[in-house]
């Protein structure tokens, strides 16, 4: 246990230390801002107007749901390249060889290594996710939608990637590995949408392409499901064309990609310890 | 456990299509200093890694310290560095110590003051809190003894040690293998720097295409000498008087001879018969064969680059 810990340690010391928490806090910032004040205009601009209410709350409902969407874009590509070379970098290098010979298992260095990557990227996850919900109460006051709702399944997903992040280090040079880790997610967030703009012409059969491909790579739909429960009845009526819940992802499909990413992570401790190093 | 630290009969692995390590077949024994020599690509460091469970061997067997190849309990008391020591280098040569030390389990006062003795005697006191990215080739090959011998260990490979340091770093890793030789710790030395090799080692295992062809022990009495004199006239009736010095008598040049005789007390009968003979004596030499010239002739001239 003591290893497993000293790899995590390691590991946010490392972000720390190599400016990837400060490069991450300043894009958040940075996104926070350029957020609160396209919020701050438009909400300036109905109060002027002398919009009513229900008008008011559906635009910030809406507006909120986009600041979760480009939040969750972010923590995507967090996710997918802050590991990207944890494993495959270390291994060209030989930075390996000195950690690995020490009487430690395997598992230890890749479980050290995910939980560490975990805590930063679920911390990226919450910051950016508070950053808008703190946004939209400062600036338009209370809304009828919680964005915090969203975090749990926020962390299933941003969990599922960098874990196959981290898998493909195990064999895959460090370029390779970012190109088909996004390209994972590529598959998911088209599938996604196939099974929403199918869901939209009544074509079952797009439906089933979409629902296979978020099968093969569950994060998307399960970024779906949290966008849809968050949003209030109305929203769901009137949003769903924008945010992709006209075809909604079942609660089977959170144990799912639940599985996937335990299976994902017994790949990645399997393959690492039979590798050559 | 036995007398031997490490014990391989055939060890092999092939990287695809090329057979890497053909057979290795090694006897270390408890405090030896032992060299392990051989030309580029002979499989030296792949060697290494199967002992240190790095790499997987297809077959052969293995034991380190008594216990089979890949057994993590045998691994807390091996320390390792690498040729090529590459690290988090983001870190201090503290903080990479520290961490190395939780690896074998080691934590609070007595790893920090392990770390600061390992500092000081790596001469890295001072530059012990700057980041390692900042070192030169020197400190870096220092720090990495310093993380070799964290845990004290029973058995030390060191792969390279003294490739990037200057004539003094040199003599610090000298000085540290004696220290360690003096309590008890064995160590494998792989080193294209075979006037060290010769200085500090006992034994020394030579590796051709990824097979152990040959082992010896330095600096022991040997059953032979070589002798080289330089006299004249060189005649027949000189050559067949020297048979009953020695053997392997050969002319190498118009006024030079070399042959073996039994041991330096034949030095001086064989001076003595070749002046009262009448032969001028310009030289009279015995030849002990360097480690380079042994390399050079277990390996063959087939070794030799170009």
Redesign the interface.
């Known amino acids: 246990m003591q290893s497993i810990l000293a790899m995590a340690h390691l590991t946010l010391y490392e972000s720390r230390r190599r400016r990837i928490v400060t490069a991450a806090i300043v894009c958040a910032a940075a996104f926070l801002a350029v957020y609160a004040a396209g919020l701050f205009f438009v909400h300036r601009e109905q109060i002027r107007e002398g919009r009513p209410f229900f008008q008011q709350q559906g635009t910030m409902q809406v507006l909120t749901i986009v600041g979760l969407f480009a939040a969750n874009f972010l923590s995507v590509l967090f996710a997918v390249l802050l590991p990207v070379d944890t494993l495959s970098g270390e291994i060209d290098s030989g930075v390996i060889q000195t950690v690995a010979s020490k009487p430690i298992r395997r598992a230890d260095i890749v479980i050290g290594k995910w939980l560490g990557h975990a805590v930063i990227v679920m911390g990226y996850v919450l910051l950016l996710v508070l950053g808008v919900a703190l946004t939209v109460r400062l600036i338009a006051g209370p809304i009828a939608l919680q964005p915090i709702q969203a975090i749990p399944l926020m962390f299933l997903e941003i969990v599922l990637l960098m874990t196959f992040s981290i898998a493909g280090g195990t064999r895959l040079s460090t370029v390779t590995n970012g190109v088909t880790a996004l390209g994972f997610y590529g598959i998911a967030f088209v599938g996604g949408w196939i099974e929403q703009i199918g869901g939209f012409a009544g074509s079952q059969a797009a439906k089933t392409v979409g629902i296979v491909a978020s099968l093969i790579s569950p994060a998307d739909s399960i970024w779906r499901l949290a966008s849809y429960h968050i949003q209030p009845e109305t929203l769901r009526n009137f949003g769903a064309a924008l945010f992709a819940t006209s075809s909604i992802p079942t609660t089977l499909m959170v144990w799912w990609a639940a599985g996937f990413t335990v299976a994902t992570l017994i790949f990645a401790v399997r393959s690492f310890s039979a590798r050559q190093l | 456990m036995s007398d031997l630290v490490i014990d391989t009969r055939g060890l092999r692995k092939w ?1 695809g299509p090329t057979l890497a390590v053909a057979d290795l077949s090694l006897s270390v024994r408890a405090g030896e200093i032992f060299g392990f020599l051989g030309p580029n690509g002979a499989g030296k460091t792949t060697s290494i ?1 199967m002992l ?5 061997p297809d077959g052969g067997e293995g034991r380190v310290l008594g216990q089979p190849l890949g057994d ?5 008391n ?1 320390g ?1 560095l ?1 040729e ?5 280098d ?2 201090t040569a503290r ?1 990479l110590l520290r ?2 030390g ?4 080691l ?1 609070g006062s007595a790893l920090d003051m392990r770390i600061d003795r390992l500092l000081a005697r790596v001469d890295l006191l001072e530059a012990a809190d700057r ?1 390692v990215r900042g070192y030169s080739k020197g400190m870096l090959q220092r720090t ?1 003894l310093a ?1 070799a011998l964290l845990n004290d260990p029973q058995l030390v490979f060191l792969d390279e040690p003294t490739s990037g340091l200057d004539p003094l770093g040199r003599l610090l890793v000298r000085d540290i293998i004696s220290e360690l030789r003096e309590r008890g710790t064995t160590v494998f030395l792989n080193s294209h720097l075979l006037g060290e090799v010769e200085a500090t080692c006992d034994r020394v295992a030579f590796v051709k295409q990824g097979r152990t062809i040959h082992e010896m022990t330095l600096g022991q009495p040997v059953d032979f000498i070589d002798v080289e004199m330089r006299v004249s006239p060189l005649d027949a009736c000189l050559l067949e008087g020297l048979r009953a010095f020695g053997s392997a008598i050969s002319q190498s040049s118009a006024d030079i001879l070399r042959m073996r005789v039994e041991s330096e007390a034949t030095l001086p009968a064989l001076a003595r018969w070749l002046v009262e003979r009448g032969t001028n004596v310009y030289g009279l030499q015995p030849r002990r064969k360097s480690l380079e010239e042994w390399f050079v002739e277990v390996m063959g001239e087939d070794q030799r680059p170009g």
């Not at chain 2, 993590?72 to 807390?76: F, N, V």
């Not at chain 2, 090529?84 to 988090?88: D, G, I």
């Not at chain 2, 939780?102 to 389990?105: A, K, N």
């Open positions: 990287f890694k240190l469970s790095l790499v997987h993590r309990l045998a691994r807390a091996v390792f690498p090529h020591f590459r690290f988090h983001c870190l903080e961490f190395h939780r690896l074998y389990g934590s980041p990495g993380q």
